[in-house]
């Protein structure tokens, strides 16, 4: 077999198909049949070139999920880093990005988020990663993930993100009307949250001026 990663060299090339062609496995034939060994396969991959560059079904997520941070910090306009625009739109148009992103292969992601609560190990296993999307998801709107407050609101952007996919997953209108009215609300409440009990997080409405926010 010809090793498609070995022509550039580039573990991240690498770590590229094998994201593309796990999503493609589960499209066609679900979650539950993406193994790192399957991926490679697919991919034109070495079985130890795959090996070396993601070990486990949550290493093949991981670089799923650095795929859709890329596309969502691409696809995000002027708006969406104005600090003068409040902080809660920004975060409603970097989350909508993200889910534009999964609309591209909406069945791979709908395949991934109906198998991952029968398989609860890699979804374990993904929570630092989904953490860790949530911060550059803030990063990219202009928000600091930094202390003291900033894992905090990483942790209140995650169960945002994760409520909207529920949401996302029964939504089949082309519009995502009820996906954005949900989101909307979502935020809205994150917010009401913050400002409640987070007062110094300066996760409200004011537009905060780029180097104040946290």
Do not use: H
């Not at 022509?7 to 999503?23: M, N």
């Not at 007062?199 to 180097?211: F, H, L, S, T």
């Amino acid at each position: 077999m010809t090793d498609r990663s070995e022509k550039t060299g580039d573990s991240a090339t690498a770590a590229d198909l094998l994201a593309v062609a796990a999503l493609e496995i589960a499209a066609a034939e679900g979650w539950r049949s993406v193994t790192v060994a399957a991926a490679g396969e697919r991919a034109g991959m070495a079985a130890l070139t795959a090996r070396r560059t993601v070990r486990c079904k949550a290493g093949l997520l991981a670089a799923i999920s650095g795929r859709v941070d890329d596309a969502m910090r691409t696809a995000l306009d002027e708006d969406a880093i104005d600090p003068s625009i409040p902080m809660r739109d920004r975060l409603f148009e970097a989350l909508m990005a993200r889910l534009d992103v999964l609309a591209v292969d909406r069945d791979a992601f709908v395949s991934i988020l109906d198998g991952l609560p029968r398989d609860p190990v890699t979804a374990l296993a993904c929570l630092p990663g989904l953490g860790r999307s949530m911060a550059r998801t803030l990063e990219a709107v202009g928000e600091r993930p930094w202390p003291p407050f900033g894992p905090l609101k990483v942790k209140g952007l995650a169960l945002v993100w994760m409520a909207t996919l529920r949401i996302w997953r029964r939504d089949d209108s082309p519009d995502m009307a009820t996906t954005m009215k949900a989101l909307d609300g979502y935020l809205a409440r994150a917010e009401e949250m913050a400002n409640t009990f987070l007062p110094g997080a300066r996760v409200v409405n004011e537009a905060a001026p780029a180097q104040e926010s946290m």
